[in-house]
Structures are given as C-alpha cells and as structure tokens.
C-alpha cells in the first residue's frame, strides 16, 4: 500500500497561534495580554517555558514581571534601556531568540516590548 501526502508538514503540525495587537501607534497602548505576551508565546517559549524546558532560569510563559516576580530582574523601571530583556533582544552579537532556533523578532515586535517596558512593563 502507498500512502501519498497532499498535506504540506507546516499543516499538519500547526498550532493556534494568539493573534498579536499592533501597539505602535503614537496613543495605543502595548497591552502585556494583547500584545507582548503573544511574541513571547510565538518566539520565546519553545525555548522559556515552564512545561517543555526553561533555558536559562527563564520562564516566559505567564507574566511575572512585578516586583518580586520571577522575572522582575529582566525589567529596569528607573532606566528601561538598561533593562535585560531589552538588551537581550536587540543584542546582534548574541541575539534572542537565537539564529538558530527559528524566526528573529521583527523590528515592530522589539518596538512593542520596548515601549512597553517603557510605560512600566505592566500586566494589563
């Protein structure tokens, strides 16, 4: 018997994905459950997640950001350009996600979590 595959592998192993909500507009406001934890389920947690694996101590499944969280020290509220998250990101020697694990965060994704580390990384 020979089976003939018209189904592409992409299909047959796609997942649900969460729609991500633009926030770069000059009023938009970058909702952590709309907007940034979105990129993070896309990009981040195949690797920071607490069900598969936690590469580094880090687990960016579920917001953990205050302080005191889990993640708070990713997060600098007194200058948020020297927050780690931030520099991990947009670092192109060493990038996040690395090269080789798949797709790089586009330019309007870094932008989002960028402002919202700006407005105080908040869970809303």
């Known amino acids: 018997m020979i089976f003939i595959l018209t189904t592409s592998c992409t299909e047959i192993f796609k997942t649900d994905l969460p729609p991500i909500k633009d926030c770069t507009g000059n009023n938009d406001i970058c909702s952590y459950a709309d907007s940034i934890q979105p990129i993070f389920e896309i990009y981040c947690t195949r690797c920071h997640d607490n069900q598969v694996r936690i590469e580094g101590g880090l687990d960016l499944k579920s917001y953990a950001f205050e302080d005191g969280g889990k993640n708070s020290y990713l997060i600098d509220n007194d200058d948020y350009l020297n927050s780690i998250l931030l520099q991990r990101i947009t670092n192109p020697n060493n990038p996040m996600p690395p090269a080789y694990g798949g ?22």
Not at 103 to 121: E, F, P, R, V
Request: aromatic share 10%.
């Open 103 to 124: 797709d790089m965060l586009d330019d309007i994704y870094i932008n989002m979590i960028t402002k919202w580390i700006q407005a105080g990384a908040l869970d809303n």
